[in-house]
């Protein structure tokens, strides 16, 4: 175990960081000061506590994880690594979709497993990070009960787990692990740093959406301490040509129902495509929303953005998809999901002009459906959303 660097009561992330020889990056940076240390070291004995044992601990995010999740896991692990002495494993559904994500893992080499092939009697405690136990966007089997949480999603439901550290006024669990590892006395080496950076970076879009005084003061303490030549790599990770193909068929399905601009997929293969898809859409300058809908799995699958000011894409797709299926998710971003398993391939396909409709109705389109990029004629499903 290394030795760290400790002072009591103010707790340094970077006591011995050099000077930065054109003083540019580095002037921005500096120690992060927790606003409570003692409460960190409380929640980091407390979260250590529960962890005991000698079995390697699981650590468990959502699936599909993002940035954010992977970040904070691979904090977890580390400070298990560093603090405990113990070995940890990283496991998630689904699979790292965006390029970016794949990216990010192999760029930092953050050991990944499959929850699938995970047998869960060669381990001990269980952490869940960056969601919720009773959250329906991971794949712990709900009779696996975690016995730690860290996650900054609103909580859905009592605590089922010895520890929990929700803190829904957080832009990024990134920030919450963090918090840990210098409550710790421990310094992120260079990988971890950029991983956590990129979390946060990820989750509040460079701080402009849902950040908290402590995000800010986190993304300031790691940018001294990241490889920016790996952070570029990971925001513009080399694309197969496929992606191409994919962005095509996603532009082309695109439709205006102002103030909405949705796109319907049908089938994706890789289910954080419907997210990137609403991102690229969202940045469309004719629309306050942005939808896309995709099926996977027998899943429907659907992503909300707002740029309105006063829009909320949390409750919007809440109440589009109300009796439906489920949907969470903040001001400017939201997602949800629809079982459509006992629905044959046409009724899906129907079944996501249904969610379209709906939205249509919660955002309150007018006038006259239009495709995003000339083509012939509009989808008929959209043609008959025309509403006067
Ligand atoms: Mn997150």
């Known amino acids: 175990m290394r030795p760290a660097p400790r002072t009591r009561g103010r707790l340094a992330l970077l006591q011995s960081r050099p000077a930065a020889a054109d003083g540019s990056a580095a002037d921005q940076g500096g120690p992060l000061r927790l606003a409570d240390p003692e409460l960190a070291e409380r929640r980091l004995r407390a979260l250590l506590a529960v962890l005991r044992g000698r079995r390697p601990v699981l650590i468990v995010t959502h699936d599909q994880p993002d940035p954010d999740a992977l970040a904070a896991a691979a904090a977890v692990r ?25 990216a990010m893992a192999r760029l930092l080499a ?39 949480t860290l996650d900054h999603h609103p909580p859905v439901q009592p ?8 803190r829904p006024e957080y832009g990024a669990s990134s920030t919450i692990a963090l918090e840990y590892l210098v409550a710790a006395g421990l310094t992120p080496p260079t ?29 300031a303490a790691l940018g ?11 925001t513009f990770p080399p694309l197969p040509r496929t992606h191409y193909a994919l962005l095509r068929r996603a532009i082309e399905r695109a439709v205006i129902l102002p103030p909405l601009v949705v796109s319907v997929l049908d089938e994706v293969r890789n289910p954080d495509t419907v997210s990137e898809i609403a991102d690229l859409l969202a940045r ?10 995709g099926i996977h799995r027998g899943m429907i ?23 439906l299926g489920t949907a969470g998710g903040r001001p400017r971003a939201a ?54």
Request: hydrophobic share 40%; charged share 25%.
């Open 284 to 293: 469309y300058e004719g629309a306050d929303w942005a939808a896309t809908i």
């Open 110 to 148: 953050i050991p990944l497993e499959s929850l699938s092939d995970v047998r869960f009697e060669r381990f001990g405690p269980i952490v869940l990070v960056d969601t919720q136990y009773g959250i329906g966007n991971h794949s712990l089997p709900p009779d696996r009960v975690p016995a730690a």
């Open 335 to 388: 997602a949800g999901r629809v079982d459509a398993h006992g629905l044959g391939r046409a009724g899906r396909r129907a079944r996501q002009w249904e969610i379209v409709e709906r939205l249509c109705e919660v955002v309150g389109t007018r006038g006259e459906p239009q495709p995003l990029v000339p083509r012939r004629r509009l989808p008929n499903a959209a043609a008959r959303l025309w509403r006067t």
């Open 159 to 166: 605590a089922v787990e010895a520890f929990r550290d929700v």
């Open 191 to 219: 990988w971890l740093a950029t991983a956590l950076y990129n979390g946060i970076r990820t989750d509040t879009q460079d701080l402009s959406r849902h950040a908290s005084p402590a995000d800010e003061a986190a993304y």
């Open 78 to 102: 580390y400070l298990l690594a560093e603090r405990a002495g113990r070995a940890a494993v990283i496991a998630h559904g689904g699979m790292l979709g965006r390029p970016e994500n794949r």
């Open 301 to 323: 699958l659907l992503s909300l953005r707002s740029t309105g000011a006063d829009a909320d894409a949390g409750s919007a797709a809440a109440r589009a998809l109300q009796g």
């Open 224 to 234: 001294p301490l990241i490889d920016r030549r790996v952070l570029v790599r990971i």
